[in-house]
């Protein structure tokens, strides 16, 4: 019998078709995403800025990587949502001056309805911050990511 071992590292591939000085279409496999910037700042206002994109893919992967960990744990979860409110720092995207960390603080909360036990959930939480690529990219530049948990029970 012949093991097939998983690939540990894989290569993403991606494409920008840059249609305007603003707005990219980003095509990844057969998808399609438009980042753009808003009518005030010269966009079209048709898709995300990218920087509410990259605060987009932190909250995607928050609930990804939550859900596959409470899976892991025997948390069932009925419900959840991911809010972030991140603080950017803009005089580097306006080219007065290099920023080094162009976001100091991201403030997410968490709201995840569930009937599991106390000790389940704690460790979806401490684990979280371990296995979330997005938050270890973003932790890794400087930036400081607070999670506020808010657990309902059904």
Do not use: Y
């Not at 894989?10 to 995403?33: I, N």
């Not at 909360?109 to 460790?123: F, G, L, R, S, V």
């Not at 932790?139 to 808010?150: L, P, V, Y």
């Amino acid at each position: 019998m012949v093991t097939i071992k998983p690939k540990t590292v894989v290569t993403m591939k991606l494409h920008g078709e840059c249609t305007t000085h603003a707005r990219t279409d980003v095509s990844a496999d057969s998808l399609t995403m438009v980042v753009d910037e808003p009518l005030e700042r010269g966009g079209s206002g048709e898709g995300m800025s990218p920087t509410q994109t990259m605060i987009a893919a932190l909250i995607g992967c928050t609930n990804r990587i939550s859900q596959k960990l409470a899976a892991a744990n025997g948390v069932a979860v009925q419900a959840m949502t991911v809010d972030a409110e991140a603080k950017f720092d803009r005089r580097g995207a306006d080219m007065k001056e290099e920023i080094a960390v162009p976001f100091p603080e991201i403030a997410l909360t968490i709201a995840m309805t569930t009937d599991a036990d106390e000790a389940a959930i704690e460790t979806v939480k401490t684990d979280l911050a371990k296995f979330c690529p997005i938050s270890k990219v973003i932790r890794e530049s400087g930036t400081k990511i607070s999670e506020e948990w808010i657990i309902t029970r059904p």
